[in-house]
């Protein structure tokens, strides 16, 4: 519960946030966003401390805040979006897995008007080298838009069929159910 961390909450964010050493940061941000009941208003201290660490030079570090980013996006997509320019910059970046979190978060915390961008980038080339759970990941993210932008649904149905045929997962049964779930959903 939020309320009896209320002092671990004080020390990490008056603290661990501004520790020099990136590792402290980060394992800080990792438990604020960890905190059960924790609301966005408690989060965005996290969140801001991450987000300088989007531009690292070390694949590790951004696939890290990235991770969390994305998990916090579900929860508390309003904490998240003041950092929307530096997530958005990690959509191309050169590693798979980094930019498939990234498009994913900016799906979460974007309006209605980026979705059709982010899943052209998706497409493709992109999709077929996603891992399986990547690829799942991607498809949970879909689950999210299309409830929370039903007019979006033809758009990420045409999406979710790609996928659904794509021949890259043939042998992955249960990501084409969950591909069929949230067509569904």
């Keep these: 519960d939020f309320q009896n961390s209320l002092e671990l909450y004080k020390f990490l964010t008056t603290s661990m946030l501004n520790h020099p ?33 989007l531009g690292s ?9 990235i991770s969390l980013l994305n998990k916090v996006s579900a929860q508390h997509p309003s904490a998240v979006a003041p950092i929307s320019s530096e997530i958005e910059a990690l959509v191309t970046d050169h590693n798979r897995s980094i930019s498939t979190l990234a498009i994913t978060t900016m799906l979460k915390i974007g309006n209605e008007f980026s979705i059709d961008r982010l899943l052209r980038q998706l497409t493709g080339p992109m999709m077929a080298d996603m891992s399986d759970e ?12 299309a409830g929370k932008y039903p007019s979006k649904y033809p758009i990420i149905l045409d999406f979710l069929l ?24």
């Design 21 to 53: 050493t990136d590792t402290v940061v980060l394992e800080a941000a990792q438990l604020i966003c960890s905190l059960r009941n924790v609301t966005a208003k408690e989060v965005v201290p996290a969140v801001l401390a991450l987000g300088p660490f």
């Design 57 to 65: 030079h070390k694949p590790t570090i951004r696939y890290m805040c």
């Design 162 to 185: 790609a996928a659904l045929r794509s021949d890259s997962s043939s042998n992955d049964i249960a990501g084409k159910n969950t591909v069929i779930e949230t067509m569904v959903y």
């Design 134 to 145: 990547s690829r799942s990941v991607v498809i949970d993210s879909m689950r999210v838009i």
